[in-house]
T-cell receptor
Framework: ETGVTQTPRHLVMGMTNKKSLKCEQH?????MYWYKQSAKKPLELMFV???????ENNSVPSRFSPECPNSSHLFLHLHTLQPEDSALYLC????????????FGPGTRLTVT | KQEVTQIPAALSVPEGENLVLNCSFT??????LQWFRQDPGKGLTSLLL?????REQTSGRLNASLDKSSGRSTLYIAASQPGDSATYLC???????????????FGQGTILTVHP
């Protein structure tokens, strides 16, 4: 596998479920990001990890919980979500925190029922 | 707070036409600007990255320019093809040098359709 991969690609969950999204990068990068893309809204940055340390939490509700166990893996744990959380969740990675070009995964399409 | 606007929101052109997509941003203190392509239901593909010190970047039929002082960037696509049909996103990296790591602010995108 090369680049940035995300699993699952599609997820349907109820409001009381707990699920996790997974992202893996094979590029040797040291920074990873979660973005949310809702219909008719610009991409929104959610979390940034640099060298496995969370360096930005962009006012995201606590029902979203990120985890970065190492520089190649990033998770987004989901619990008690709301229907308005339905969106495309994109993971990205870069080399270096500020100047590195970001490479994106294919995304997970999440539907909350 | 950085805001990024893309015009037009949608564009439909016949194959072979040259076209320009526009991006404007409110805060000119940027590190770089990146143009992406997104196909329906898929992730983003980076097309071009322009550092704040650069005026333009070229890749094949694509040319991106940057005028930092006026807060504008354009993406020029030469000899458009049906395979160019996608959403094109502009993203600006604003970094306070220690408090914000690689934060990109995205525009809403331009939906491009190139018909045969």
């Amino acid at each position: 596998e090369t680049g940035v991969t995300q699993t699952p690609r599609h997820l349907v969950m109820g409001m009381t479920n707990k699920k996790s999204l997974k992202c893996e990068q094979h590029l040797g990068h040291n920074a990873m990001y979660w973005y949310k893309q809702s219909a008719k809204k610009p991409l929104e940055l959610m979390f940034v990890y640099s060298l496995e340390e969370r360096v930005e939490n962009n006012s995201v509700p606590s029902r979203f919980s990120p985890e970065c166990p190492n520089s190649s893996h990033l998770f987004l744990h989901l619990h008690t979500l709301q229907p308005e959380d339905s969106a495309l969740y994109l993971c990205a990675s870069s080399l270096g925190r500020a100047l590195g070009e970001q490479y994106f995964g294919p995304g997970t399409r999440l539907t909350v029922t | 707070k950085q805001e990024v606007t893309q015009i037009p929101a949608a564009l439909s052109v016949p194959e072979g036409e040259n076209l320009v997509l526009n991006c404007s941003f409110t805060d000119s203190a940027i590190y770089n600007l990146q143009w992406f392509r997104q196909d329906p239901g898929k992730g983003l593909t980076s097309l071009l990255l322009i550092q704040s010190s650069q005026r333009e970047q070229t890749s094949g039929r694509l040319n991106a320019s940057l005028d930092k002082s006026s807060g504008r960037s354009t993406l020029y696509i030469a000899a458009s093809q049906p395979g160019d049909s996608a959403t094109y996103l502009c993203a600006v990296r604003s970094d306070a040098g220690g408090t914000s790591y690689g934060k990109l602010t995205f525009g809403q995108g331009t939906i491009l359709t190139v018909h045969p």
